[in-house]
């Protein structure tokens, strides 16, 4: 007797062009069935707050990425992913850097001083149930030299960052105190991200067989 096939596993969508986050999908054993990163004006509204602005980006690029998979045949039935980090001293929110002036005044702003980055994250299912949450993570950094910020805006790796930086990059050197999750400031909380998704049906555990973390 022929064995029945295993039901394919759920797909799944990360509405994000990220490596960041990708990689920490994989880390938790889920290899996203496609990419759908959301062009979007992240530009904060009218007094609007990191935390709120985190939360509202979030979800709509879990929406644009929604739509997108109902039009794709290989992605119908798909859990949608997104995330939108805010790095803010005070309410001030400082912007994606694109220019080294950008960088420049956010590490000046930064150095010596604490911040709070909020990470928004919001999930899909099939049914189109939305489920959100906002972890926010408090973090100071070590006074930085003219040296040290010179040479950081010399390596480019501000480039496209919130803040001017990546934790988990060089400028993790340059954290003196860190409350909250990591993986919230990298671009993804695991932690919350697994929560959401089980809580909508979709079983991370199921894809852990086979997985392999490499040094």
Not at 74 to 91: F, H, K, N, P, S
Not at 96 to 101: L, M, R, S, Y
Not at 105 to 117: M, N, Q
Request: with cysteine; glycine share 10%; charged share 25%.
């Amino acid at each position: 007797m022929t064995a029945e096939p295993k039901p394919r596993a759920a797909r799944l969508a990360l509405a994000s062009g990220s490596p960041r986050r990708l990689a920490l999908l994989q880390q938790i054993g889920i290899e996203p069935d496609a990419l759908l990163p959301a062009d979007l004006d992240e530009s904060p509204g009218r007094n609007e707050s990191p935390r709120k602005l985190a939360a509202r980006l979030a979800l709509e690029k879990a929406r644009v990425g929604a739509k997108t998979a109902r039009m794709r045949p290989e992605l119908q039935g798909a859990y949608v992913v997104a995330a939108d980090t805010v790095v803010c001293v005070g309410r001030r929110i400082l912007p994606k850097c694109e220019t080294v002036d950008d960088a420049d005044h956010c590490l000046r702003l930064l150095s010596g001083r604490a911040h709070r980055v909020y990470t928004g994250v919001t999930v899909i299912d099939p049914s189109g149930r939305e489920r959100s949450r906002l972890v926010e993570a408090r973090l100071r950094f070590k006074r930085l030299s003219g040296r040290e910020i010179a040479a950081f805006l010399a390596s480019r790796e501000w480039h496209g960052k919130a803040g001017g930086y990546a934790i988990q990059g060089i400028a993790g050197g340059f954290v003196v105190k860190l409350a909250g999750s990591y993986s919230a400031v990298v671009g993804l909380p695991l932690y919350e991200t697994m929560i959401l998704l089980d809580g909508l049906g979709y079983r991370a555990h199921e894809f852990w067989a086979g997985h392999e973390v490499h040094a």
